[in-house]
């Protein structure tokens, strides 16, 4: 089994993962991986429940369309986080409920929309940064998101949801999982008197996990 084989059928894995769980809806959302002459991506509106390996979409870091089936129109942003930063092995993109509903609030901070409630927040996700709205697929997003993803591991786009990038797949599919799950807790927890980690407990956890988001 070539590398290309393996990355689309690990893909259509994880599309079917995130799908059966309620973590992406319909046809929303849309994952990528890197190869070696450039990225493999889920194609246009495909429900990530129904992935077929022959269908994912490779492009070259020119945006050229290799083979497969046309790339998900929010191709660029994943190119652009891509060349951003080498590091970055995959992204995930979901419209994952609890997450976008933190992006449609109004006064979040835009430097971190979620808090510190748990450890793992902290060691899988970091700071989540907010980008201002876009149109799904403007080109405006992909520089946007490039110009913050070099510094965090996952950003929120306003109304819209979160993108997570990780070193793998697994990686960031187990971080957005993350995500998600501490917009729940910010939920539940509403209007509670609510316990977030300090700062020297977060500062404790990057050095004890030195691989943690900043």
């Known amino acids: ?17 995130l799908f059966s769980r309620g973590l992406t809806a319909g046809s929303s959302g849309n994952l990528s991986v890197r190869v ?33 089936a046309a790339p998900s129109k929010e191709w660029f ?8 930063r ?3 092995g995959a992204i995930v993109h979901l ?10 609030l109004a006064n979040l901070d835009h430097t971190d929309c979620l808090p510190p409630l748990t450890a793992y927040k902290v060691m899988r996700v970091g700071r989540l940064p907010l980008i201002p709205y876009f149109r799904p697929g403007d080109p405006s997003l992909g520089p946007a998101v490039a110009q913050l993803i070099r510094g965090h591991s996952a950003v929120l786009l306003a109304n819209h949801g979160p993108v997570v990038v990780g070193r793998s797949l697994e990686a960031a599919r187990d971080a957005a999982e993350e995500l998600e799950e501490s ?4 939920f539940l927890l509403e209007g509670r008197q609510t316990r977030t980690l ?13 691989g943690a988001p900043s």
């Open 198 to 210: 300090t700062q020297e407990q977060v500062s404790d956890l990057q050095r004890h996990f030195p």
């Open 95 to 104: 419209h994952s409920t609890h997450a976008a509903a933190v992006s449609c």
């Open 36 to 68: 070696d002459d450039g990225f493999l991506v889920t194609p246009t509106n495909s429900c990530l429940g129904e992935l077929e390996p022959a269908r994912i979409a490779q492009l070259g870091f020119d945006g050229r369309l290799m083979c497969g």
């Open 1 to 17: 089994m070539t590398a290309h084989t393996a990355a689309r059928e690990q893909l259509c894995r994880v599309g079917a993962s």
């Open 77 to 84: 942003f994943h190119r652009a986080c891509y060349e951003a």
């Open 86 to 88: 080498e590091s970055i």
């Open 183 to 186: 917009a729940k807790l910010f």
